[in-house]
């Protein structure tokens, strides 16, 4: 099975600074999709951002980009100029391209905002 | 409603009790999905349902959970005889693609279930 791993429980930042949030994955699969989710304190989870394992080009959503480095199998996810409302958990998740009913997710980096 | 709709929000059971959970997705998507979240660990998938179709339940810890869906709009996960291991946010997630074509997943905000 896939596994997700998010090394970083809790991190911090100051608000208008840039922090990256880390997620390494293990797959023997070479076509798979890869996401970041926000979970704020009220438990519903957003999608942030999302990269196709085939696409070299890293994605970006405004303040939001990913550093995808397929042989190393690293998904990073940068928030540039943040804000108090970045404040929440974050979870990396794998799809495969296949078996597009099963997410696997990290368990999670809490991600403090400090003003 | 505009979003997934979860309830009770939070349910306290006591152990040996059945609970059940509800989830109201977003009127006419296709794709249901329920995820167990522990405490301080990602969601896990539980089981997948296209329509009232149940087409993955590989996620189902044992035979104690069932989940049914059997208009294809409002699904329940039941859980029979709870554990104090069944304690965890149960998460509802709906799409309107068949699976999670596009991977936005559309989720409600949870219920925590607590077992004494």
């Known amino acids: 099975a896939q596994t997700v791993t998010q090394s970083q429980p809790e991190m911090s930042v100051q608000e208008a600074e840039t922090v990256t949030l880390s997620c390494t994955y293990d797959?023997?699969?070479?076509?798979?999709?890869l996401f970041w989710y926000k979970q704020p304190p009220s438990r519903q989870m957003i999608l942030v951002i999302r990269?196709?394992?085939?696409?070299?080009q890293n994605a970006t959503e405004n303040r939001f980009s990913v550093n995808f480095q397929k042989a190393a199998k690293s998904f990073s996810l940068k928030i540039s100029d943040s804000q108090l409302g970045d404040a929440a958990m974050y979870f990396c998740?794998?799809?495969?391209?296949?078996?597009?009913?099963?997410?696997?997710f990290g368990s999670g980096t809490k991600l403090n905002v400090k003003p | 409603g505009a979003g997934v709709s979860q309830s009770p929000r939070y349910k306290v059971a006591k152990r040996g009790q059945d609970v059940a959970l509800r989830c109201d997705p977003i009127?006419?998507?296709?794709?249901l999905f329920w995820y167990q979240q522990a405490l301080g660990q990602g969601p896990e998938f539980l089981t997948y349902?296209?329509?009232?179709?149940?087409?993955?339940k590989s996620g189902l810890p044992s035979d104690r959970f069932f989940a049914e869906r059997p208009e294809g709009s409002v699904s329940t996960l039941k859980i029979q005889r709870t554990q104090q291991e069944d304690s965890a946010v149960y998460l509802c997630?709906?799409?309107?693609?068949?699976?999670?074509?596009?991977?936005?997943?559309?989720f409600g905000e949870g219920s925590r279930l607590t077992v004494l």
């Open positions: 997630a709906s799409s309107p693609y068949r699976g999670s074509n596009n991977g936005e997943l559309f």
């Open positions: 797959t023997s699969e070479s076509d798979y999709y």
């Open positions: 990269q196709e394992a085939y696409k070299q």
């Open positions: 998740a794998y799809r495969s391209r296949y078996n597009f009913n099963k997410f696997y």
């Open positions: 009127s006419g998507h296709v794709s």
């Open positions: 349902f296209q329509n009232e179709a149940q087409l993955d």
